[in-house]
């Protein structure tokens, strides 16, 4: 077979190498294609949350069930990976580009607002249309109404660490992906560490963005809690930076590519 064809990337070292100038590059594209790239992932992801609930829908809270909604959630992330979409969780890495000085702080920070506020508007968007489709009947609204409110019910601090083991998780099924050559390999790659997060219930605060409407609108009896929705996402993408950084940081190191660059 061709080496262009092959599954995936022979060199175990190439992404390491790669990464900081790449994330770095993301970062410093024109700020009207990274939000319109930005609303598509969060459109994506929150597809993946729908799909996730209709899982779920009418069927418990056991863990192969769990293991289903964590499959049907990940096809939101080969989506976001395939198209080249501009996901807030998978931006936190671009911290490793600030380490190699490819990437000035300020841009860092101005890319991640644009990006999150972005994949905000995006999962907002399919939240509503989903709901006003009709799509949280036959089970699927019980289910978004149980999903955003394990969410809304979790302290702030317990939110904060679910995040980061969160983003570890994901930032791993982009990393991977980045390494695999055909769509097919990406999918392999997405799909184990995305079914772990979410079978593991840990907090993803662009899929929050998607799930919390969800749920709100699914008991359109009740007052939204507005206030413990802002604490999630506060402590959640917080919590998503650590866990990102933290992964690509440390494969960075572990493969010895953590070296200073003179561009900036």
Not at 148 to 173: H, Q
């Given at each position: ?52 609930m209709v ?11 769990r293991l ?176 990102g950084a ?19």
């Amino acid at each position: 077979m061709a080496q262009d064809e092959t599954f995936d990337d022979p060199v175990g070292d190439s992404i390491a190498a790669a990464a900081p100038a790449a994330l770095a590059a993301k970062a410093q594209q024109p700020f009207a294609r990274m939000g319109m790239l930005a609303i598509l992932a969060g459109a994506f992801i929150a597809f993946g949350s729908v799909a996730a609930m209709v899982a779920q829908a009418n069927m418990g809270d056991g863990g192969a069930v769990r293991l289903l909604s964590g499959a049907a959630f990940s096809v939101g992330l080969m989506m976001v990976m395939i198209v080249g979409a501009e996901l807030f969780t998978g931006n936190t890495m671009m911290l490793l580009s600030t380490m190699t000085g490819d990437l000035k702080p300020r841009r860092m920070l101005g890319a991640w607002a644009m990006v999150w506020f972005g994949n905000l508007i995006g999962a907002v968007a399919i939240a509503l249309l989903f709901a006003a489709s009709g799509g949280l009947g036959d089970g699927v609204g019980g289910a978004a109404i149980a999903l955003a409110t394990g969410k809304l019910t979790k302290a702030p601090a317990a939110i904060f660490c679910s995040a980061i083991l969160a983003n570890i998780l994901v930032c791993l099924a982009v990393w991977m992906s980045m390494k695999a050559r055909t769509i097919a390999g990406k999918a392999v790659a997405i799909v184990g560490p995305v079914m772990i997060f979410v079978a593991a219930g840990l907090e993803h605060s662009i899929a929050n963005m998607s799930i919390l409407p969800l749920g709100w609108l699914a008991a359109l009896s009740q007052s939204p809690d507005f206030a413990s929705g802002l604490i999630n996402l506060a402590f959640s993408t917080a919590g998503n930076i650590v866990g990102g950084a933290m992964l690509a940081i440390g494969i960075a190191w572990g493969h010895d590519k953590l070296h200073r660059s003179d561009q900036g």
